[in-house]
């Protein structure tokens, strides 16, 4: 047995080897199979489609070149969609990290903590990349992290650390970003690549740029410059170097380094050529600028076909460029140019429009400024410092361009009216040839537009503007598209949702039949097309003369209106915008036409107080004046002593409270009646919003909601800026949409009240009621019955006995009152609910309850 054993034991051996040779082959196989499979498999088509991602990112990316542009290209508001997650996500970039994510699971080969497949490290910087591309910031640093983490020797462990940095500055995490670069090349400088070291400094010069360190950014984006190899990159550090040196300052360094940009010509972007020849202009001495080699440079670059998509680059440097040198006409057509053949520049949409917003604002055409300022804003990121600024001056300009608009209006109405027949049909007969004109103009360039598929053209500065929410046609054009889509839908808070559509048809077609018609022109003419579709109607002079007032009420309104118009024109221009000889033209015009009583005197004080600034000969003049015409004036007494104290007796304040009181014990009719004398009497002072909101609250108790709507509206309209405007705002569009929901619930189960009607003012018979049922309420005062007198209109007065428990209550009251020879009331009274009584106070629908209480 021995012997066999010993005999064997070399064949034993040589077999044992054997297998551990096979089985250290198959185990050195598999490692290489998973190796070559990640590699040339699932890793390349990963890298090939990230790339795809990458190159149709950069497709898509604008560069907002109105402010310093990042090093590498991002999707546009990134921090928006980052905190929304309505980012955009690109099917590249999920397959690339769906192919990382495979090649982690399915090929690592982990033994004991140890990683035998050499392209994990592959797999995991697409991973992190992919992510980074996806606005994912997060579990990119994961990703990058299980790199530094797990793979110390990697060749890939450096650039894992500068990309990690790179996600730190998009998680704003800027401070951390700078001093961990800074750490890499202070540890490890000398075993960075040329092109690791060129993200690295690149990504430092971006953070100091979010910090606004704008000098220390300039060395590290320099020596990026030096060490990268990618034209594109040298080409967009050298911009943003030039911007840098601009802001800074250092103009010189700046010219120099945008023609380098523009000396890679056709190496690189052309919007960054383009935008390099605009900001080596911007960053010229003007003086020093041949402006006739400028210009032919320039039309050079239009005529160009590769330079078309940056043509509105091209159009507003043109404006620049005239506008520098005073040659505003010129600028004024190189910028709606520009707007003309503009398409996703936003940022020079905004230029454009700023622009020609300050022109017109220069000219003191503070009507066009306001719209133009209007599309700046559209264009704008609200959260940003310059929408602000842009917004602190269009709101300067909110109400002179209502009370100039007001002013012309009411101007053109009163002009017409005091026209006899014939020259009214002359002056109609002008307006109908201008609209027609006008209708045809704007009927060619919508054709054009259509035909050429662009976009809206610039705003018209002539008399048909072309701004959308100044143009009734395209406001017309874009309620009849919303009505089509959405149909109609309310004015409230999630209109989107079905439950608030209404399916009224009839209300869809009043909103998409309106006629076309021209803003400016009805504001001229002081006479609008109305609601009929007909065309003929558009046309028709007997059409606009049948809507020039007569009424001598409805005149003075309109002349109330006007007057009020030129006197706020007149301390808007001097206090909010320091336009001393606007606003002195304003008031002068004002005292010219006769204006309402109360307003000379305030218009007199502030015309002296204007002339103090510009004309010291007039101010004396209107001093004079005042003495002499209205010595007895609290406006003269402030002129000769702006130290006096005035006396409050007998003041707007103490007439306003008065008339309060009336309003609040109910005495509707004759509060409206006080406020109608009193208001001409106070225009000029502060306090008429005060009494236009409480006649507007009056109104609402007399005449219901449709009248109050429009006395809101009117107050709302006039007196923006004013606590009552603003009132007037938030009962139009908070509490004017809960009343007209109100409806009758006629339930007369329980607080029941007994409403008589009685025609007002009170005759004798209405007055001995009145006195019967108080004191039928006052002997069952204990009971908890009370009465009140409550108008209802202008015609009538209810009165109210409150507190009936039931229905069963309520009749044996009438039978008590029409029996009892104290009392003998033949009249019926009509039994309500408490809570539908409020709805017909607020409604006025009296006659629809008692109608169908009657069935």
């Known amino acids: ?207 100091y740029i979010h910090l606004e360190h704008l000098d220390s950014a300039k060395i590290p984006l320099q020596q990026a410059i030096e060490l990268t190899k990618d034209t594109d990159e040298k080409a967009r550090y050298t911009y943003i170097l030039g911007q840098l040196n601009s802001k800074t300052g250092q103009k010189t360094d700046a010219v120099k380094n945008f023609q380098d940009v523009i000396d890679y010509n056709r190496r690189i972007s052309r919007a960054l050529v383009i935008n390099a020849h605009a900001e080596k202009f911007a960053n010229q001495d003007i003086a020093t600028v041949d402006t006739t080699a400028f210009v032919r440079q320039y039309l050079s670059l239009l005529n160009d076909r590769e330079n078309r998509a940056y043509s509105d680059i091209i159009f507003h440097q043109l404006g620049v460029m005239h506008e520098a040198y005073d040659l505003q006409d010129r600028a004024i057509k190189d910028y709606n140019m520009s707007l003309k053949v503009g398409k996703n520049n936003e940022y020079v949409k905004v230029s454009n429009y700023n622009k020609l917003a300050n022109i017109y604002y220069q000219k003191k055409k503070f009507e066009t400024a306001g719209m133009y300022y209007d599309s700046t804003m559209v264009y704008m990121n609200p959260m940003s410092r310059e929408y602000v600024q842009v917004k602190r001056k269009r709101n300067n300009l909110v109400d002179i361009v209502r009370y100039e608009q007001i002013a012309r209006k009411n101007d053109s109405i009163l002009n017409l009216v005091g026209k006899d027949d014939t020259q009214r049909k002359e002056e109609i007969e002008k307006l109908i040839e201008k609209l027609k004109a006008d209708d045809a103009k704007a009927q060619q360039i919508a054709s054009q537009q259509n035909a050429q598929q662009m976009p809206g053209s610039a705003p018209s500065t002539s008399s048909s503007s072309n701004f959308y929410f100044y143009n009734l046609n395209t406001v017309q ?28 048809g009839a209300s869809i077609a009043d909103n998409t039949q309106q006629p076309p018609t021209n803003a400016e022109t009805s504001a001229n003419s002081g006479v609008t097309a109305g609601n009929d579709d007909s065309t003929n109607e558009r046309y028709n002079v007997d059409f606009y003369l049948k809507q020039i007032p007569t009424e001598q009420t409805e005149i003075s309104q309109i002349k109330t209106e006007r007057d009020n118009a030129y006197y706020q024109l007149g301390l808007l221009y001097s206090d909010r ?59 003269t007494q402030v002129a000769l002593n702006p130290n006096a104290v005035i006396s409050t007796d007998g003041s707007p304040v103490d007439e306003y409270n008065k008339i309060y009181r009336l309003y609040a014990n109910g005495a509707f009719y004759e509060t409206l009646q006080e406020l109608d004398a009193k208001i001409p009497t106070v225009i000029g002072d502060g306090i008429i919003s ?84 108080e004191q ?72 629809e309850y008692v109608k169908d209480a009657g069935k």
């Open 577 to 635: 915008l320091e336009e001393y000889e606007v606003a002195a033209q304003r008031l002068e015009h004002l005292l010219s036409i006769n204006p309402e009583v109360g307003l000379i005197e305030p218009a007199k004080y502030h015309l002296y107080k204007i002339y103090l600034k510009i004309d010291p000969n007039k101010a004396q003049a209107m001093l004079e004046d005042l003495k002499t015409n209205h010595p007895n004036s609290r406006y």
């Open 477 to 504: 054009q874009g309620k009849s598209d919303f009505a089509q889509k959405w149909g109609n839908r309310a004015l409230t808070d999630n209109w989107r949702w079905s439950s608030v559509a209404s399916t009224s």
């Open 1 to 207: 047995m021995k012997t066999f054993f010993f005999k064997y034991i070399p064949v034993l051996f040589l077999v044992l080897v054997a297998i551990a040779c096979s089985t250290e082959k198959a185990g050195f196989a598999n490692k290489r199979y998973h190796a070559t499979t990640t590699k040339y498999n699932v890793l390349y088509n990963g890298t090939v489609s990230y790339d795809r991602g990458v190159m149709e990112l950069k497709k898509k990316y604008v560069d907002d070149f109105s402010n310093l542009i990042t090093v590498e290209p991002a999707q546009k508001d990134e921090k928006a969609l980052i905190i929304t997650g309505a980012a955009e996500k690109s099917p590249h970039f999920q397959r690339a990290e769906d192919k990382a994510v495979k090649a982690a699971q399915k090929h690592s080969i982990n033994i004991a903590g140890k990683e035998h497949n050499p392209q994990m490290d592959e797999a995991y910087m697409l991973l992190g990349k992919a992510r980074y591309q996806d606005l994912r910031f997060v579990p990119a640093v994961e990703a990058f992290n299980y790199i530094i983490l797990k793979y110390p020797d990697s060749d890939l462990f450096y650039d894992a650390l500068i990309w990690k940095e790179k996600t730190n500055l998009k998680l704003e995490y800027y401070g951390l970003a700078i001093q961990n670069i800074k750490k890499i090349f202070r540890d490890s400088e000398s075993e960075l690549k040329d092109q690791t070291k060129a993200d690295a400094y690149a990504t430092l010069a971006q953070g």
């Open 690 to 773: 005060k009494y236009e909101l409480l006649k507007a609250m009056t109104i609402g108790k007399l005449r219901g909601l449709t009248n109050y709507r429009e006395a809101l509206e009117y107050v709302a309209l006039t007196y923006p800026t004013t606590k009552e405007g603003k009132e007037a705002e938030r009962i139009i569009a908070k509490d004017l949409p809960k009343l007209q929901g109100l409806s009758f619930k006629r339930d007369l189960s329980k607080n029941i009240k007994m409403v008589y009607e009685v025609p007002y003012p009170l005759t004798e018979e209405g007055k001995t009621l009145k006195l019967k049922l």
């Open 776 to 847: 039928y309420a006052n002997d069952r005062r204990h009971t908890g019955l009370v009465f009140s007198a409550d108008m209802y209109n202008d015609n009538t007065i209810f009165f109210v006995l409150h507190g009936v428990k039931s229905g069963n209550i309520a009749k044996s009251a009438q039978m008590y009152l029409e029996l009892e020879s104290d009392y003998n009331i033949k009249q019926n009274p009509v039994l309500i609910s408490t809570d539908d009584y409020g709805v017909v106070l607020i409604k006025k629908n009296w006659e």
